[in-house]
């Protein structure tokens, strides 16, 4: 199979008529029977699960140890600012270095981390600094060990696995969101530090999952390495100088910064309503249900929605359902919306991903990951604090109907020809699923 530059797959055959053989599927078994991409998806599983169970863990153990919602907010900064500044460079590096040995690291750097706060926890000793550079160790960590996932996910899987790949991504990610917090949460009721032991041991499953995979993931050869400046340059310049690449990157975090805002907005405008505490945690409950059912159904979803189809409806539908909640009072109503409102966000999130893998080069995909991570995580970051402003100046309902119209921003996906007729699953024959 071959891609043209516009971005249409098309099928090439031998002289007898059929279909060429992918050197890809000689090399590497499809995913059922991938060994390598089974460590891989069980190591990044177990890993998200205990990042879901600290990211509750943190606040409470903050909250317990200082009474300050303040403190909460520094420890939560911390994260999100190595997150930021590490990103960039991050990614140059994965793409340098050895990704097996990068995982590796990482996760270390983790468990060191998150042991330090387990120990402090038991000891009754735990200090803002002290939590605040652990959460900045774990950013960093993620930093590294999810773009050097990705890129090892690229190598050890044929290319028409790519789609599929990202699905079992988003069903990971949403089974961990759903799991993670109650567990954290009940872990923390019998001993406080006993989330971050959690967390810990769920590191060092992902440091023997990724010790077990026998495909090289090599680097950058030495000879061949450019500066590291100049490397976040031209993956940039390769990210945004890509028509395609820039369009989806680009008008995903915008995206990303509406939905992370109207989903804040329902909690905060819930509230100053007086609507029962217990009701607002099962709207949230909602949405979680609903991503880890539509992540379980992404399959099929990809076979039959195009990638800009998905682009398009994901926020058409969101800005409706939203729109709806700003006017709708009755819980079981508010439930309904927010599940239809991002039921298609998994799917599409794994349309997005299997694009970026497939079309960028793979001593090029750590950088370019990262990029867009960094670009997703400060708008995403800034996007509670700029619908708590507008909630105070306008009022809830005005607010959540001026973020959902920022999400109708996805119609100029209508503009992208190539996109809305760009499939998202190839099969093995090179033709759209």
């Known amino acids: 199979m071959t891609v043209d530059e516009r971005g249409s797959a098309t099928v090439g055959t031998d002289d007898a008529g059929h279909p060429p053989v992918d050197p890809d599927d000689l090399v590497h078994p499809p995913l059922r029977h991938n060994r390598d991409y089974a460590y891989l998806i069980a190591g990044g599983a177990v890993s998200s699960l205990g990042s879901r169970m600290s990211s509750l863990a943190f606040p409470l153990i903050t909250l317990a140890a200082t009474g300050s919602p303040f403190a909460v907010g520094l420890v939560a900064g911390a994260t999100t600012m190595a997150l930021v500044l590490i990103g960039l460079p991050a990614g140059a590096l994965v793409d340098r270095w050895d990704r097996r040995r990068t995982m590796i690291a990482a996760a270390a750097l983790g468990a060191a981390a998150y042991l ?174 609903s991503m880890l059912v539509a992540s379980l159904l992404s399959g099929r979803i990809l076979q039959h929605l195009s990638v800009g189809l998905l682009m398009l409806l994901t926020p058409v539908v969101g800005a409706a359902a939203f729109t709806g909640m700003a006017f709708v009072h009755a819980p079981l109503v508010l439930m309904v919306l927010m599940a239809c409102a991002t039921f298609l966000l998994a799917p599409c999130n794994a349309a997005v991903v299997a694009v970026l893998t497939d079309r960028t080069p793979p001593d090029r995909l750590g950088r370019v990951m990262s990029a867009d991570n960094v670009m997703s995580l400060v708008l995403t970051a800034l996007a509670p604090a700029t619908m708590g402003f507008l909630i105070g100046a306008a009022g809830g309902e005005e607010a959540m109907v001026a973020f959902a119209v920022l999400l109708l921003s996805g119609l100029v996906v209508l503009g992208f020809p190539r996109l809305m007729h760009m499939p998202a699953v190839v099969d093995p024959a090179g033709e759209a699923a």
């Open 116 to 289: 330090s706060v387990a120990v402090a926890a038991f000891a009754d000793h735990v200090t803002v600094p002290h939590l605040m550079l652990a959460a900045a160790c774990g950013g960093v960590a993620n930093s590294f060990y999810g773009p050097a996932e990705q890129v090892a996910v690229r190598h050890v899987v044929r290319k028409g696995d790519i789609p599929r790949a990202a699905v079992n991504n988003q069903v990971r990610s949403a089974t961990a969101g759903l799991a993670g917090p109650p567990i954290g949460g009940a872990l923390f009721g019998v001993a406080r530090g006993l989330p971050m032991v959690a967390d810990v041991l769920t590191y060092l499953v992902a440091i023997f999952c990724a010790s077990r995979v026998r495909t090289p993931l090599p680097g950058t050869a030495a000879h061949e390495r450019e500066a590291l400046l100049p490397a976040i340059r031209t993956g940039l310049r390769f990210l945004f100088g890509h028509e395609l690449l820039r369009t989806i990157t680009l008008l995903s975090t915008v995206l990303n910064f509406a939905g992370t805002g109207l989903v804040v907005s329902v909690t905060i405008t819930m509230q100053q309503r007086g609507t029962d505490p217990a009701w607002i945690g099962a709207v949230t409950s909602a949405m979680a249900v």
